[in-house]
C-alpha cells in the first residue's frame, strides 16, 4: 500500500502579471472617491470611504506562506 501526502505551497503575492489588475481597481477606487464617501455602502465596505491603498508586493511568498511551507517540511 502506498501513502502519499501532499501539501500546497506556500501562499505567494499575486504574479506581477495579475497585480496590473489589482493595482488598476485601486486607482478606480481613487478615482471615484467622492461618489464613494457620498454612498451607503455594506458595512463591509465602510473601510473604502476613508481611501484604499495596496502596498501588494508581487511573486514572493508572504508571511504565513513561509510558515505553511515551514509547517509542511516539519510534518
Known sequence: ????QMGRHG???PLASELVYIT????K????????KK???PSGLE???????TTLGHDDLTAPGRQQLF?????
Open 39 to 41: 454612498a451607503k455602502l
Open 11 to 13: 501562499s505567494r503575492y
Open 29 to 36: 477606487l481613487a478615482n471615484a472617491s467622492a461618489a464613494i
Open 47 to 53: 473601510f473604502l470611504k476613508e481611501g484604499y491603498n
Open 71 to 75: 509547517n509542511h517540511g516539519v510534518s
Open 1 to 4: 500500500q502506498c501513502h502519499l
Open 24 to 27: 488598476g481597481l485601486v486607482d
